[in-house]
């Protein structure tokens, strides 16, 4: 369904009881972040947040996509799974033989709808431009300020348009945005992003680049702009698709080259002069739970701020998961695993993208499995489709595992699994946040084949135990083998997983290699397939925020440490065990580089705040701030681990 506009929205929010208004003031700055943070993380995504008191004109409206239903909402169905059905069915018709004219004509109706959803510009204004600001200002909005260590106040979701100079393609994203002044921003343009490419055909000419930043509208807008749609396919053909009805745009009135929906709240107009210098942008508490460094990016000058009657500032917070941004993740997972079925890999039945893991880090693929060999060619596929070029670790599972489990998935993949042969590495682009490459934006990755082996796959030589009960392998007795060990998880051996999380103070160069071949050679460990090392400020035996740390932490290609030895229990086999350092790099230790983000969190004296006022918010029971929780993983105080 469409919605007229996002105060539509924000009343279906509050009608189906999704919706929280706070009266009692709450300052932009660190405080709205941090009742997001808490009510985010209450259970099941908490509710939707308008804060109508905060300093300035203007509400603010924050985690409102933030749980399955809200997000389902704002997508106009009952259930995520209910677009990948539509798109499947699509995609059959289009795709199927059309032998005679009565075929032919049954694809006309549909062909009609297809047309209606392309968006459309009108003539003169839209409610978007019902107020023309005198003198644009950037600082009378209510632009938050996320955490501690930003830089300063950012525009965190932000529908940012732009052109190709040469074809006039259009371009949606999102992009962050730092506040420096009245008229001024930063624009930050990753290099792989589609309007990065805009700006380098710009600064071929030397001419300034047009830009328009929407905010609020059809809350479908802002998941259209962070969809991974193929370069050149306009993302408002996708949210017409979605919404069932066409975008109505209207032109800038400063920068009429651009196109921006008519019934936006905010329209922040611009340009980018490519002939300029950078500004030195961030920190920024980033959707890896860890800051993003600083770096130089464009400069983004503001030339006209319009806005409807009566508008509401969208904002979103992103940082230690689970946050509102892990429901855009999932419903890009539900609905674009139709196009990667029906054009990429048809052998792949299903997918999954864990929060821990932050979207690219971690992404889990049931298959259908014909032949050998069948998953290496899944995880090439993958690799080279559209945004999947960002991931770190590829598990490939059957297509009778239900990977939704993750304790039924494991325990499948794991009976499957031979550390020596069923793992690969290699290298390739990444997310730019990730923090762990050796060089930015460049680095390892790992497919894990969980599949059922034929024949052809397996390794006579090598012998992996199955089912092994492991009475004797205790984390006080691998503590008392080596006293860098800190905590030790050996709960998942109790549910048949032969795996450990084992958390390690570094103290020398080499350290985690060495530990590794130790516990190795133990007879105890035999059957072990896979060792996974944390850092010793982690608790090992909390499995979802030890798995968060490890997937940042880890360059599979650079970080994994493969051991064979013979087997104790039959001299002619070897069982092969694998270990994965995901303990934070140092130049020191690991002859690392570049700088190592530390772990976002609020402040003490913004946790203080809160907890002073929470009464008058009227949330219910008080949350305590989940930053209390990670107080003790930082390194130091500041966004870059000294």
Not at 343 to 350: A, K, R, S, Y
Not at 493 to 510: D, F
Not at 626 to 638: A, R, V
Request: hydrophobic share 40%.
């Amino acid at each position: 369904m469409a919605y007229k506009n996002q105060e539509t929205f924000i009343q279906a929010l509050e009608k189906a009881g999704e919706l929280v208004r706070i009266r009692s003031f709450v300052d932009p700055r660190l405080e709205i972040a941090e009742i997001t943070d808490r009510i985010s993380k209450s259970g099941n995504g908490g509710k939707a947040l308008l804060f109508e008191n905060t300093g300035t004109d203007f509400p603010v409206l924050m985690n409102a996509y933030g749980s399955e239903r809200r997000m389902c909402m704002a997508l106009g169905v009952e259930h995520l799974d209910d677009v990948t059905r539509e798109i499947e069915q699509l995609f059959r018709m289009l795709s199927g033989p059309k032998e005679g004219l009565l075929d032919k004509l049954k694809l006309l109706p549909k062909l009609g709808q297809f047309a209606s959803w392309m968006p459309g510009i009108k003539s003169g204004r839209g409610e978007c431009q019902e107020v023309v600001m005198p003198n644009p200002d950037i600082g009378k909005l209510p632009v938050i300020t996320c955490w501690p260590k930003d830089g300063g106040p950012f525009v965190t979701l932000p529908i940012i348009h732009t052109k190709d100079p040469n074809s006039g393609t259009r371009n949606v994203g999102m992009y962050r945005m730092q506040v420096f002044g009245p008229t001024l921003t930063g624009m930050h343009w990753h290099k792989h992003k589609v309007s990065a490419r805009h700006f380098a055909e710009y600064k071929k000419t030397g001419r300034k680049m047009p830009v328009a930043v929407a905010l609020g509208g059809d809350p479908v807008y802002a998941y259209s702009a962070t969809a991974p749609l193929p370069e050149n396919v306009d993302e408002y053909m996708l949210a017409g698709f979605l919404r069932k009805k066409k975008v109505e745009l209207v032109k800038c009135l400063t920068q009429p080259e651009i196109e921006v929906p008519a019934d936006a709240d905010f329209v922040i107009e611009g340009y980018v002069d490519p002939t300029e210098d950078p500004i030195w942008e961030g920190p920024f508490g980033d959707h890896t739970g860890y800051y993003s460094l600083p770096d130089w990016y464009p400069r983004f000058h503001i030339t006209a701020i319009t806005h409807r009657k009566n508008p509401v500032y969208p904002a979103t917070i992103v940082g230690i998961p689970p946050q509102e941004d892990a429901w855009l993740g999932k419903a890009t997972e539900r609905i674009f695993l139709a196009p990667i079925k029906m054009t990429l890999v048809p052998e792949i039945v299903d997918m999954d993208m864990p929060v821990e893991g932050v979207f690219h880090n971690l992404v889990i693929a049931q298959i259908k499995k014909e032949y050998a060999g069948q998953g290496q060619k899944v995880m090439n596929a993958m690799w080279g489709a559209g945004q999947m070029m960002f991931n770190k670790i590829l598990v490939i599972a059957d297509e009778h595992t239900a990977i939704q489990d993750y304790e039924r998935l494991a325990r499948d993949v794991f009976r499957n699994l031979n550390p020596a042969t069923d793992i690969y590495f290699s290298q390739g682009p990444m997310d730019v946040l990730d923090h762990s490459c050796s060089k930015l934006g460049f680095g390892g990755k790992m497919c894990i084949d969980g599949t059922t082996k034929s024949e052809e796959e397996t390794d006579s030589e090598n012998y992996q135990l199955q089912a092994v009960a492991y009475e004797g392998l205790t984390e006080e007795g691998l503590r008392s083998h080596r006293p860098e060990i800190t905590r030790v998880n050996t709960v998942l051996l109790r549910q048949q997983m032969p795996c450990l999380i084992v958390a390690v103070k570094k103290e020398r160069p080499g350290q985690v290699r060495e530990l590794h071949e130790a516990l190795c050679a133990l007879p105890e460990m035999e059957g072990i397939k896979l060792i996974l090392y944390v850092e010793h400020t982690v608790d090992a035996t909390d499995l979802p925020v030890a798995l968060w740390r490890f997937c940042n932490n880890l360059d599979p290609r650079r970080d994994h440490i493969l051991t064979e030895r013979t087997s104790g229990i039959d001299a002619r086999k070897k069982f092969a065990c694998l270990g994965l350092d995901g303990t934070r790099k140092t130049k020191e230790l690991d002859n690392f580089q570049r700088d190592w983000p530390n772990i976002i969190v609020a402040d003490d004296a913004t946790i203080q705040s809160v907890d002073a006022k929470w009464k008058d918010l009227g949330l219910g029971a008080f949350l305590p701030s989940p930053s209390l929780k990670f107080k003790d993983q930082l390194y130091g105080e500041e966004a870059v681990v000294s």
